[in-house]
């Protein structure tokens, strides 16, 4: 057995929570969570963590050089850098409007990443 000590990011208040791993890695408890959602983070934390992505992406013929842009649901965290990688390849054609879909399925993770700004 062992544990991990882990802040929840699912709302602004961060409770502490407190982690109990078998010795498979499999989650035997949490505690500290105020609610549900604290727990399904922890929980999701250990086992498979994701995160949002946030970054820029190349616009041509547009009033901007770049625009904003950000999975539009977690990705896995271990795919972060490579995705990072594929965003950097991408190149635009002006208009974009929030909300296009700039890259689908990310690396066949079944997320799409979207603008977060017109350009
Ligand atoms: S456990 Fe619940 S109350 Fe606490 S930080 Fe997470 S979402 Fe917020």
Known sequence: MKTKDLICVSCPIGCAVTV?????GEVVSVTGNTCKRGDSYARQ???H????????????GGR?????VKSAKP????????CMKE???VQVQAP????????????NTGVDI??????
């Open 64 to 68: 901007l050089p770049v625009v904003p």
């Open 45 to 47: 934390e250990c086992t």
């Open 20 to 24: 109990t791993l078998n010795d498979n």
């Open 75 to 82: 990705v896995p965290k271990e795919l972060l850098l490579s």
């Open 87 to 89: 965003i950097n390849k």
């Open 96 to 107: 974009v409007h929030i909300g296009d879909v700039v890259l689908s399925n990310i690396l």
């Open 49 to 60: 963590p994701e995160r949002m992505l946030t970054s820029t992406v190349k616009v041509s």
């Open 114 to 119: 979207v603008a977060t700004n017109n350009a």
